[in-house]
């Protein structure tokens, strides 16, 4: 005697539940351009790697002591290999009720963040649910207290190992809080939308009827930083996730992957001499600099269209992962408004938690000024970006690139921790603008002169004239001031530094010292 009947019988059910919602549902999906769970974990794992967790849990129909039918759950959850890591995921599976909760067998997606934390493994949502129903009052003969949803395992996971949402459907309710309980986020251009809730439980609150596009795609949802980054179709969202995934560690007990660098360290980009105008109302745009300083083809942008006045994202340099940001002076002349503080808050807590070195090209003209940003809490907002700067340790170099004003500008340095600084011969700064401050400090000389604009004008020259960063450097108010095509050598030198402080920290006070002068 053997068991090779109930082997087959496993394999015989596991086939009922890769038929997912049947064939009608399966066509369903494919026709509104979307991707069956299944299709979407493929995309997702390395050839071969995929290995199902739970793949029996359903409603099951018996007839004459053996299963006729196996309804599974809506939700698809295990492991597969990105780039050769072991990475957990959870998927919901739109063709069975629409990924409601009340067809989630046992809390699979719970189960599959535990099961990431306590494994230490990376974490991918596969967002395409519309949370709860209620006709799981109907199921559970009750209706119950809100609570124990899992948003306890999610707030833990963030602290241990990165956690990526991809939002492929509309997702509603607690798959909306989850698309944003992550350390990156994509949703797909035409096919995806987030909202706490739907069009018709918006119409039941305030009698509005609107369509789910208008309520929460991605002309809402990208534009105010809700979720991340856009992808034209669901391989390119997926393809983004396996990206992101490849700069981080698998934990925070690891140290950041690398690879064998293909770009010479010591390259020096001639476009740099020319990249920054001399002319200081000219703008210019930051990829360039970015894309010459770090490894060929390795900047991988986060929210390009949210906070527009700071670029933010990761980058390999001489192999080795780091967060990169600039200001943009395209958008409100790169200055620091809320939105742009938010995306350095969310950029410089991913490279404190994962041991990312932190490189800044700075080009910060000051808090954004003005009605609108005081309103909405620009001072309140910009002391909690200070705070977070100055309490982090994460490797830090910043290239001053231009101009430093103010407060804002003044987050380009860090007193403590590994840090670095060096400027450009383009840089200039001080506690406000010349401009700006000559009309408040010179106020009464300029108005009793027989020509004030001429007065004004001749107190700014003389202001500007002694801006040079060479006097700064002279009273060792800079380190550094460096040929610009010095910049990726110099930031080479910096990683490798940083690669041993980061290395020495992991070890713990234990079996090595944690040096964070």
Known sequence: MTWNDDVKEIERQRRMAEQMGGADSVAFQHGRGKLTVRERVDLLADPGTFHEIGALAGTATWEDGAVAALKPSNMVVGTVRVDGRKVAFSGGDFTIRGGASDANIGNKSRFAEQFALRSRLPFVRLLDATGGSVKTFEQIGRTYLPGGAGTDVSTHLLQAVPVVSAVLGSVAGLPAVQACLCHF???????????????????????QRITKEELGDERTQIRNGVVMNLAEDEADAIAQVRRFLS??????????????PDDDPDRRDESLLSVVPQD????????????????????????????????????????????????????????????AGEKMLRLLELCETFHLPLVYFADEPGFSVGPTQERLGIVRAGARVVTALNSSRTPYICFVVRQLYGVAGGLHWRGQGFYRRYAWPSAHGGSMHIQGGTAIAYKREIEAAEDPEAKR????ARLFAISSPFRNAHAFGVEEIIDPRDTRPLLVDFVRDARRVVAAELLGPATGPSYRP
């Not at 700069?247 to 064998?260: F, G, K, N, Q």
């Not at 083809?297 to 001489?318: C, H, K, M, N, W």
């Not at 004008?457 to 700014?460: D, G, L, M, R, Y």
């Open 185 to 207: 986020s994509v949703m797909v251009k035409g096919t995806s939308q987030v909202f706490v809730g739907g069009p018709k439980v918006v119409e039941q609150a305030t009698g």
């Open 247 to 260: 700069y981080l560690p698998s934990s925070v007990w690891e140290a950041p992957p690398e690879r064998t």
């Open 280 to 339: 200081r109302r000219r703008t210019y745009d930051p990829h360039a600099i970015i894309e010459a300083v770090v490894d060929e083809g390795s900047f991988f942008e986060i929210g390009p269209l949210y906070g527009q006045a700071r670029v933010t994202g990761l980058a390999r340099v001489d192999g080795i992962p780091c967060g990169v940001m600039s200001n943009d002076p395209r958008f409100n002349g790169g200055s620091m408004d809320i939105a």
């Open 457 to 460: 004008a001749e107190i700014e």
